[in-house]
């Protein structure tokens, strides 16, 4: 299993377990967060950039499939429209993990975590995130608001993950 980081830093030599800031974690102990292959898109956005994201699962109905992609592809990637020229102006760094230590945190979202001091194996950078996502088939859409589209895919048989909704526009 490949499990990766993305970030906007260009040069961590380690990667240290950190207290997690989510109100649903314990604060008990220190993680260090991965993601799996198939949801690394997820995080090719700039840091706290709000975002919808979301992809069939074999559980998905094809009314799900219908109402949510427009296209063949099966995994979509939604932020604002406001945060377009900081998609366009990004350059991200995908470091890529041994996964010995990482343990599975969350299968919907693709969340790995390793409670031990992490070493990554190699680097990556992207300079354009939109041909990063396409080449992966990835869709991307840019709303207005975010808080429609994040209400309807909890809702429905869609695996998915929804990031740094605080920077997101006021609910409509």
């Not at 799900?64 to 377009?84: G, M, N, P, V």
């Amino acid at each position: 299993m490949r499990l990766f980081h993305v970030s906007a830093e260009p040069n961590i030599a380690q990667f240290v377990p950190r207290i997690p800031t989510r109100d649903d974690l314990s604060k008990s102990k220190g993680l260090v967060w991965a993601i799996n292959k198939q949801c690394l898109p997820n995080f090719f956005t700039p840091r706290e950039c709000p975002r919808v994201t979301y992809h069939a699962a074999d559980h998905t109905t094809a009314t799900d499939i219908a109402k949510f992609f427009s296209s063949t592809s099966r995994h979509c990637l939604a932020i604002e429209q406001a945060w377009l020229k900081q998609m366009l102006d990004v350059t991200l760094y995908i470091y890529e993990f041994d996964s010995a230590n990482f343990v599975l945190q969350d299968a919907c979202a693709g969340y790995y975590v390793s409670e031990k001091t992490e070493i990554p194996l190699h680097v990556t950078a992207i300079d354009d995130v939109f041909a990063a996502l396409f080449e992966r088939n990835v869709e991307v859409r840019l709303v207005d608001n975010l808080w429609p589209l994040r209400d309807a895919v909890v809702a429905s048989t869609l695996n998915f993950s929804i990031c740094d909704m605080w920077n997101a526009q006021p609910r409509i």
